[in-house]
């Protein structure tokens, strides 16, 4: 192969004010064989924040040392980034696209999940799918998949999934959840695709804690290429990771002004049951309208800062320490 970085805008479907809509895509070619690593961002519209670890990701990536080759899209949703919205910002009953794999009408979500399939999915044997920067709630954590279909898909999403250099391990079945339609479990269970998804970063919290997220998901990508032989060196290896399977959601169930009480720094933090993470305040009477607490012993792995919430907004996640096999420990096979 003669190592290359080349970029082209794949056609999807022209909309109703005449415009095309295309789908970005980023070929890094390597100089020598290997495989071929797809990188997915923004397929929600408001997850904007990955844009820029792809573009520093893509520009740091020398083709001359890679084996095999990197498909990237920086935006699979461009329309939902138009309205920055998490969903396909139309009439459709496909709006949210990471749920319609691989695209069965023609509404602009199945189109875009079509393309998506024929010139990323299935070209690739492995995919890094980046679900991050909400406003406002951070995530730390990388999910390691575990009902792919082969043992050995499992095995490998293992290795990458530690190779990124985040503590926070999350061991989750992703073709029960998000679904067989999304990419990475419709990668998974239909391609023999390894897949991971990464959620890592926030963003409205200091610059340089943003920043320090944004390098990290760069690094991480660069290590869990060279765990699967892509670039050359070793990869990031922890003495030790956060190991858990199941996450638990403590967002509010009122409408109101949440007042963080645990913030980024309490990221990966144990709690025993009851601790308090955040108030939901009215911002009219200023009464305290509810308590965000941990529902048993775990460690934060979604915290955020103070701002005005709806019912179920993202505000905090907890790995559930209680389960037979979750802790802190060393790297795992499978
Ligand atoms: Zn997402």
Redesign the pocket.
Known sequence: MTPAKTFRRVPVTVDLHGGEIALPVHEIRGARDGPTLAVLS???G??WMSIEMVRRFVGRLDPKALAGRVLAVPVGNPPALNHMT?NTPDESDSPDL?RIFPGHYTWIGDQLAKTITEHVLQPCQYLID???G?AWAVFHTVVWPKDLPTADQVRQAGVMAQAFGCPAIYHRDIVGFPGPRSSVGYAGAKLGVVPIVVEIGGVGFAPELEERWIEEVVEGMMSAMRAIGMLPGDPIRLDRYLHYDRHIRVNPSVGGYLQAEVGPDGLHREVDAGAVAGRVISPYSFEELEVLRAPCRGAWTLVARSYPVRPGYWAYGLADLTRPNAGWGPAREA
Request: aromatic letters at 0%; hydrophobic letters at 35%.
């Open positions: 923004t397929l929600h408001c997850e998490r990471n980046m679900h991050l909400l």
